[in-house]
Each structure stands twice: as C-alpha cells, then as structure tokens.
C-alpha cells in the first residue's frame, strides 16, 4: 500500500496514496509525472520519496500539509508549480516533529511570480521540536516565483545547498524565527538574498555562498534582526563567508538590526561588491537605546558609494569592533564617499569600540574620507592605512589625528579587484597582532611572517 502510479500500484492518486499509507510510511514516486490537486491536506508525517529528482515529476502543487506528529519526508522529486504555492507545511511547536526535504527542486513559470516555493509555519508554544528536526538539503528553487524558502515562527532549521532564482521578493525570508542556519547558499537574480523583513527574528547564522541580487527595486543581500523588544532574549547572529553583488541605488549587502543589551552580530568574511551605486556594505542600526555588540572582520567592502560601512545611532552600541577589513571605492566620478560612517545620536559612544589593521583605500585622488562621525568624540583606532584619501578620521566636522602606527601617504599596491597587495606592500606585517582575528579572509592563519598584516588577507 502507498506506491502511486506504478505498474504494480493500488491506488493512482497520489492524496489517496498518502492516506492510505500507514503513519509514518512511505509513498514511493515511480519515475513520471503525478497530477496533484490540493496536495496533502493532513498528513500523518508520510514520506513521499521519488526514484530520481529529474523523473519524478508533482504537477500542479500545492503539498498543503499539516504535520501532526511523525516524520514528513519530500524527497528526490520535483514539483512543476502553476498558479499556487509549492510545499506549504505547518505544525505545531507542542508537538514532536521532523521535516526533512532533501534533493527537491521546484520550478515556477510566468503564473507563479507571486508564489512561494516551500513554506514552513509553526504555530502554538512548547519544545517539542529539537534542534535540526527541521532540515533542508539539496534545494532548488527555479523561478519565476515570489520566494524560495519562507519561514514563519520557525525555531531551529538547518538549510544547506540551497539554490534560488529568479525570485521578485527573496530568496529567503525568515519571519520570526529563530536559529535559523543557512549554508552554502546560492541566490541569483533575486530581489533580496535573505531577508528578516518582519517580526522578531534571533540568533541566524548564514555560512558561505553567492547572492547576486536583481536591479528593480531596494534589496537586501542579508537582512538580519536581533531584535526587537527588551523582552526578547538575546541572541547572536553570523554572517559569514558570503559573496554579495548588489544591483541598485539604495541597495544593502548586509543590514543587521541590533536588539537589546547581550545581543550579538558577528560579520566576517564576506565581499559585498556595491558595482558604485550609492550602496551600503554594511549597514548596522541598533533599534533600542541600549543595544548589544557588532564585530565586523576580515570583510571586502568594494564600490559602495553611499558608505562601506554605515552605523546608525551608533552610540546605542555596546561594542563595535572593524577590524582587518579592506575598504575601496573605484574610480568613478561623484560626490566624495565616507567609506565608515558613524552617526550618533548623543555624542557618546562606548569605550568599547575598536577601529584596528583595516585598510582604507579609494579610487580617485584626494576626496574621499575613511572614517567620519557626526559629533567630536574619540575612538581606539590605529594600525589602519589609508591611501587616497581626503581624510583618515573625521569628527564633528574636524579631522583628528592618526593613530600612532596607522599609514598615510603610502601606496598599498593593490593588485586585483579583492584587494590583495604585491609583494612590498606598507600593509604586510603592520597590523597589531593583538588585535588581528585569528583567520583572514581566506581562513589563512594569522600572522603570517613577523607580523598580521593591515586588511583582509594575509601573508
Ligand atoms: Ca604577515
């Protein structure tokens, strides 16, 4: 009982098939294309397994599933959608489920752009899920269609290889959730990449991939929130090892929305190339007064004409630490670029704030300025380089004087568009090491000779 559409099958209708299965039994998908109407209604945490993802073909579908216990396994199967959503799964946090979809690929055509591929909801209170019952592996998400993968409520998903384009909204929203953890993701042609775009979302870890957003419209390649009321438990959230083009005007690789005090981001590793539009890098807006604390490391930030990196209100920060970075504009015409831009709303900011081995570098002579805040306070900054520039550091609109050991007036012989440096280079070996992470860019040990070097690579 259960196998659908095979020669030797009992039924032929796959929403029989899976109600004829027994709790927790398999429907087996022999190779071909399988009509499905309204999906699963109410399924019992059947698994409907196919012979091969390019085969086994679900037509039409809409998998409307309400997990009630038990396992809910899709597996090596595509779903042809028309006009509806994808897989579409709810169930209850008092209950002990698990989900798994593995080698699944949906596809979307021109009647689906408003769509959303898989969705996942949990409703209720309770701990009946443990960490990683909820798994995605081997997805692909080909569009036309609205989002990838939404998630709404969701407490503990693990998503890795996860692919999506061609997405008029995201290719992942993740609306209050919590840990949620994205690995090597691939997000192509997409309005925004992930996206916290509602609710209170805590404690997300992105690890590795490529997000290359569309041009209609504002975008986001990371949007992460820790927030955002004083009640919500505070959380850590990673952004880590991403490479992030950007496609319009007003577009960000990276926003981080801070919450209260214990709150945490972390930001490293990632390139976000700003192919000079008036973008942000990274963005970091602390939304309560008394918010938490932002690393940002080993980081690439390229052609962001607005601010490589922008902190609003930066003075409700308990820490900020920009360290090892590298920091460019190009060589277009415009108006002068601030590459770290700090605006502060009392004019005191917290004695933990580190500016330490970064590398400032711009395109055009002489009018760009590296490190600018809003009122003439003082922050820990040295071992920097800065070339190019207008200015080093800027405060309440006078310039302050270097570090002790930052350099000015050096060229850093930049040689390619990562912003590595040649041989000889003034950035080798002048960092603090104290200071340094313990990885690059690359992951490459530091230090590396007799020193760390200044920027986000290591030699
Ligand atoms: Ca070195």
Known sequence: MGDENCATAQTRYLPLAVAAVSAGGTVTLCDGTH???DGIRRGQGAAIVGASINEAILRGWTGRSLIDSGVARLQAVSLMLDGRDGVSIAYDRANPVAVELRDVRVVGNANTSG?????IQAFGTGSGIAPDDIQLQGIEVVGPIGSGLSLDGVRDITASTLSVTDASTAGVRLGSSDGVTLSNVFLDNVRSGVLADQGRVTNTTIDGGIILLDSLGVGYGVSVL?????????GT????????????????????????????????RNLVDGKARSTRGVWVQPVIVDSGDVEILNNILIDNDRHGVDVSRADRLDSLILTSNSIAT?????????????SLDTGVVSSNYGFFNNLFVSGRAGQDRAVELNQGVG??????????????????????????????????????RELEVLAGSPAIDAGNDFRAPPTDYAGILRPQGAAADIGAHER
């Open 35 to 37: 009509q499905t109407f």
């Open 115 to 119: 769509n959303t591929a898989i969705s």
């Open 226 to 234: 820790e927030r955002a009321d004083t009640a919500a438990p505070a």
């Open 237 to 268: 959230s990673v952004v880590r090892g991403l490479n992030i083009e950007l496609a319009s005007d007003g577009d960000t690789g990276i926003s981080i929305e801070l919450g209260p005090d214990g709150s945490q981001a972390l930001v490293e």
């Open 330 to 342: 190009g060589s277009g015409s415009g108006a002068p670029i601030t590459l770290v831009n700090l």
């Open 379 to 416: 922050i820990a900054a040295d071992h920097n380089l800065f070339w190019n520039l207008e200015s080093s550091y800027r405060a309440g609109g006078s310039a302050v004087s270097n570090g002790a050991n930052d350099i000015t007036g050096q060229d850093p012989l930049i040689r390619n």
